[in-house]
């Protein structure tokens, strides 16, 4: 009894103490405050949250560089960061054997936030052979990723997939995308780690967007995404939010249960002004959208940086004072935007070749030898050296709704097996996968078609 009237008292005083300084009582060492998921709007605490980013990659797609394993490359960036006005970065590669600890407190020194991509271009989903390459061994990879940084307080998110779908047949893979999402979810449940939101960012594609944006948000909860977001090129300036069609992309996914934002924003058809930052936090917007991240920082060939990386300096482009500008001119909304605080599930999308090829709502169960790490942690991770989509054990049945675990006879089959690994074709491209959608135009097309 004494000792816990003692700790109680303890406990208000400390909590006492804290809110007597800065109000919230959940006063953190790292000083960066995690957000949080209410209806379809983030949050850092009791105020509406809005993403005002930037897509962080040095070294482009076809030369896979860690930003955050190298503090001088970290401190550099940040201070453009701060410059341009930015809370929040994303980043497509991470190399999770390596530690990450001093970049990330860089960034939550600064009050910056990392939307973080959970796949590496030899670790994730093959939109063309989605089920041999959902397995034990990709997964180990990006659990292991999602165990090291859930541990941050400002990882604000994990992209469970990027535009593994990018056209109408590849729509087929969507179930695998979900299964780890699902899974990523499950790992941060049964480790007992901060529930970092987890979704999908999808391909500038109209084909299957708003199927795929209600796939992610249909079933059971556990089954379900945090939030949702979409690459978008569609406003080109001079424009408007009508000629972008920004207008029927607010009308379109009103109502829609979860967090929106643009993962990719900022075409470069005609000399960029960034007139579409005011339109993104305007009250047009915000009650259904949460910001978005501008492509991309650096320069990389195809004339969508800011800046250009050369002696390990970073030279400002014209495109970084025009974002500067727009930002620092862009107030948020005052409030909370006209968010919708009952956000919730929808109806799966019906079958409709050949835009949505899907045919029920069932997932492929987690496989077999990835069960372990939900129980033992993930271990250590592979870096960016081998890769998983030619090994591992695959998923062998379907899931009960809702579980992620296996139903019926087909659960303890023997059918997977190594012998899936055998029976393989050799890939062939594995860099569309990750790519972001004008990167990977510029890959297959060259960099001129796509400047
Ligand atoms: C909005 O939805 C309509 C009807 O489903 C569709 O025809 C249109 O392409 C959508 N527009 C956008 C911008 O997504
Ligand atoms: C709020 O979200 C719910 C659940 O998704 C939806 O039914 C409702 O129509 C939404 N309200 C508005 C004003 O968008
Ligand atoms: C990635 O996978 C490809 C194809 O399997 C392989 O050739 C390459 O060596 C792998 N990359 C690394 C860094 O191991």
Redesign the pocket.
Known sequence: MKVVSLLASIALGAQFALGSISGPIDKRESGIEPITVKGNAFFKGNERFYIRGIDYQPGGSSKIEDPLADTDVCKRDIKKFKDLGLNTVRIYTIDNSKNHDECMKELADAGIYLVLDVNT??YSIHREEPEGSYNDVYLQSVFATVEMFAKYDNTLAFFSGNEVINDAPTSKSAPYVKAVTRDIRQFLRSRDLRKVPVGYSAADVDTNRLEMAEYMNCGPDDERSDFFAFNDYSWCSPSDFQTSGWDQKVKNFTGYGLPLFLSEYGCNTNKRDFGEVEALYSKEMTAVYSGGLVYEYTEEGSEYGVVKLSDKEAKELSGYKALKDALAKTKSPQGDGGYNKTSGPNECPKKNTPNWDVDNDALPTIPQLAKKYLTDGAGKGPG????S??VGTKSSSTATAGSGSATGATATGTESGNAAAGLRAP?LG?APIFCSLVVCLSMVFGASLVM
């Not at 960016?384 to 890769?387: H, I």
């Open positions: 271009p030899n960016l050296k081998g890769g989509q030619n890939e594995l």
